[in-house]
């Protein structure tokens, strides 16, 4: 049976995680800005921001006059207060970053991975990387909130396990997020890759990236969902096998053990240096992506795909003008990851500061308001 303490416990954390989210949108903001924003009644938004300045998240930044009667205190987010670290695990290396409470990277660090490595060689060059990574950037540990991985799928999110990842033998049903947790002794959050990355993208570009798809193309295809403003993982938190999807049904085998997948087809045609036929193939893929989902933004990133970007950027934006039934009324841009090759890092540290101080999915109680 809940108890009072723990209901209001979990008001507070969705009240203080509320206004911190929104904090992150502002460069300065009132108690009056944050009752507007998120409903909550004046005297609960007093409470919350005493509570945040005390743990040092939120600080004063002057008064503002509004005619007569007390001037209103200004508050500004403290981004040196807590930090995340971010992992992109690759097929040959893994790649970290260290950023700020506003997702701002601070510092990277890179470790290499042997072929088809084991879960215990992933954990060494990460607990490796992160010693490097702190002594470039050092900062106090205890403000440190987590650890993001963004990991190579088929992946169950829910349960922080990696099920079978494509083209590594050594990766059935482990249980990477508890593993991770235990080796560093750090909260974790593990994630698809890209999923991780489309995560980064809508921090980045704010509101008007409701709906939108992270495509990745680095030692595989993939694709991040950014669905009704969230990151969308699926029934089984397994979505984003884009690479799967089968547009040749007499097609070579795949790794997934299906034929024709526009992963195996795209790759083939790189292996005999015919970019441009790749670039294409992946352009088809993508409308077939945008006819399912009806999505206003596609991101282009990965290694592989920004090694040649001069070619795969105009056969796809060729594509969605072209080939997308209505495309004047069915608009879509098209556009190159800012973040280059920190994508899937820097959105896996964002999910971590998400999980800490983000809005919770799950709806909230009607009573929330009148607490604090």
């Given at each position: 049976?809940?108890?009072?303490?723990?209901?209001?416990?979990?008001?507070?954390?969705?009240?203080?995680?509320?206004?911190?989210?929104?904090?992150?949108?502002?460069?300065?903001?009132?108690?009056?800005?944050?009752?507007?924003?998120?409903?909550?009644?004046?005297?609960?938004?007093?409470?919350?921001?005493?509570?945040?300045?005390?743990?040092?998240?939120?600080?004063?930044?002057?008064?503002?006059?509004?005619?007569?009667?007390?001037?209103?205190?200004?508050?500004?987010?403290?981004?040196?207060?807590?930090?995340?670290?971010?992992?992109?695990?690759?097929?040959?290396?893994?790649?970290?970053?260290?950023?700020?409470?506003?997702?701002?990277?601070?510092?990277?660090?890179?470790?290499?991975?042997?072929?088809?490595?084991?879960?215990?060689?992933?954990?060494?060059?990460?607990?490796?990387?992160?010693?490097?990574?702190?002594?470039d950037c050092p900062v106090d540990p205890a403000r440190i909130l987590g650890l993001g991985l963004g990991?190579?799928?088929?992946?169950?999110?829910?349960?922080?396990?990696?099920?079978?990842?494509?083209?590594?033998?050594?990766?059935?049903?482990?249980?990477?997020?508890?593993?991770?947790?235990?080796?560093?002794?750090?909260?974790?959050?593990?994630?698809?890759?890209?999923?991780?990355?489309?995560?980064?993208?809508?921090?980045?570009?704010?509101?008007?990236?409701?709906?939108?798809?992270?495509?990745?193309?680095?030692?595989?295809?993939?694709?991040?969902?950014?669905?009704?403003?969230?990151?969308?993982?699926?029934?089984?938190?397994?979505?984003?096998?884009?690479?799967?999807?089968?547009?040749?049904?007499?097609?070579?085998?795949?790794?997934?053990?299906?034929?024709?997948?526009?992963?195996?087809?795209?790759?083939?045609?790189?292996?005999?240096?015919?970019?441009?036929?790749?670039?294409?193939?992946?352009?088809?893929?993508?409308?077939?992506?945008?006819?399912?989902?009806?999505?206003?933004?596609?991101?282009?990133?990965?290694?592989?795909?920004?090694?040649?970007?001069?070619?795969?950027?105009?056969?796809?934006?060729?594509?969605?003008?072209?080939?997308?039934?209505?495309?004047?009324?069915?608009?879509?841009?098209?556009?190159?990851?800012?973040?280059?090759?920190?994508?899937?890092?820097?959105?896996?540290?964002?999910?971590?500061?998400?999980?800490?101080?983000?809005?919770?999915?799950?709806?909230?109680?009607?009573?929330?308001?009148?607490?604090?």
């Open positions: 049976m809940d108890t009072p303490g723990a209901g209001l416990g979990y008001l507070r954390g969705y009240n203080d995680a509320l206004v911190v989210g929104l904090a992150r949108t502002l460069p300065e903001f009132d108690r009056a800005a944050v009752a507007g924003a998120t409903g909550l009644t004046p005297q609960a938004v007093s409470k919350v921001l005493a509570r945040l300045t005390g743990d040092g998240l939120i600080e004063p930044a002057g008064v503002r006059r509004r005619g007569v009667g007390k001037p209103a205190t200004i508050y500004r987010i403290v981004a040196a207060s807590r930090f995340a670290i971010g992992v992109h695990v690759a097929r040959t290396g893994v790649r970290l970053v260290l950023t700020d409470l506003l997702g701002t990277v601070l510092g990277r660090a890179r470790e290499p991975l042997p072929a088809d490595f084991t879960p215990d060689e992933l954990l060494s060059a990460v607990d490796s990387g992160r010693s490097v990574l702190l002594r990991m190579v799928g088929p992946l169950d999110h829910a349960n922080g396990i990696v099920r079978d990842a494509h083209r590594l033998r050594h990766w059935h049903d482990v249980p990477l997020r508890e593993l991770a947790a235990r080796r560093l002794d750090l909260a974790v959050h593990l994630d698809k890759d890209v999923t991780a990355g489309v995560t980064a993208e809508a921090w980045r570009r704010g509101g008007d990236f409701r709906d939108g798809v992270l495509i990745m193309v680095e030692s595989g295809i993939g694709a991040g969902l950014w669905l009704g403003g969230a990151a969308y993982r699926g029934a089984h938190t397994n979505a984003g096998e884009f690479g799967h999807t089968v547009i040749q049904f007499d097609g070579p085998g795949c790794v997934c053990g299906r034929r024709g997948c526009l992963e195996v087809l795209h790759d083939a045609a790189v292996a005999r240096g015919d970019v441009a036929h790749a670039a294409r193939l992946l352009g088809a893929g993508v409308v077939n992506l945008l006819q399912t989902t009806d999505v206003g933004h596609v991101v282009l990133a990965g290694a592989d795909l920004l090694r040649h970007r001069d070619v795969y950027v105009p056969a796809i934006s060729a594509a969605v003008r072209l080939e997308v039934p209505r495309a004047d009324w069915l608009t879509v841009s098209v556009s190159v990851s800012a973040l280059g090759g920190d994508v899937i890092a820097a959105g896996a540290a964002m999910q971590v500061l998400n999980a800490a101080y983000g809005r919770p999915s799950l709806d909230r109680p009607a009573a929330a308001h009148d607490h604090a």
